[in-house]
């Protein structure tokens, strides 16, 4: 885990959304949107209820993070005026965090905190993808 200070903190916690990069064994890239809670220096993503082709475990961003859990965050502000650009990109180790553990009752409970909808799913019984953190870049194209 890395200090982050309180800009990159605030970052994160302020966004609601962020796409996460994976990449299978031979290295083969994914990314996807993904909402997340970030607490105790690691963010949680669900594996949510959201309609999806396959069962949470054959999901090709579980897949990923099982055979090679080295990833990428990037959470950003777009605008049309350029001058209100800003992103944060969080490199790190994810893990395949299962619903017996204290840690992802903990996680759901933030998660339900943050996204109204959640409080309508049955997360806690469904497996969750834990981020820590590595390392931190970030831009703005305007300080203030």
């Not at 970052?11 to 064994?25: G, K, N, W």
């Not at 949107?33 to 607490?39: A, D, K, L």
Request: proline share 6%; net charge negative; aromatic share 10%.
């Amino acid at each position: 885990m890395i200090d982050l200070d309180y800009k990159a903190i605030q970052f994160i916690r302020e966004h609601r959304v962020a796409r996460l990069a994976t990449a299978d064994s031979s290295g083969q890239p994914q990314v996807v949107p993904i909402c997340y809670v970030f607490e105790g220096g690691a963010i949680y993503s669900p594996i949510d209820e959201k309609p999806k082709r396959v069962s949470p475990y054959r999901l090709r961003r579980v897949r990923n993070v099982e055979s090679n859990n080295r990833v990428s965050l990037v959470i950003d502000d777009y605008s049309d005026d350029w001058s209100r650009l800003a992103w944060l990109i969080v490199d790190g180790r994810a893990e395949i965090i299962e619903p017996e553990r204290e840690e992802h009752a903990l996680a759901v409970q933030w998660l339900q905190e943050k996204y109204q909808q959640y409080k309508l799913m049955s997360l806690g019984d469904r497996p969750m993808i834990k981020i820590t953190p590595e390392h931190i870049a970030s831009w703005k194209a305007q300080e203030g």
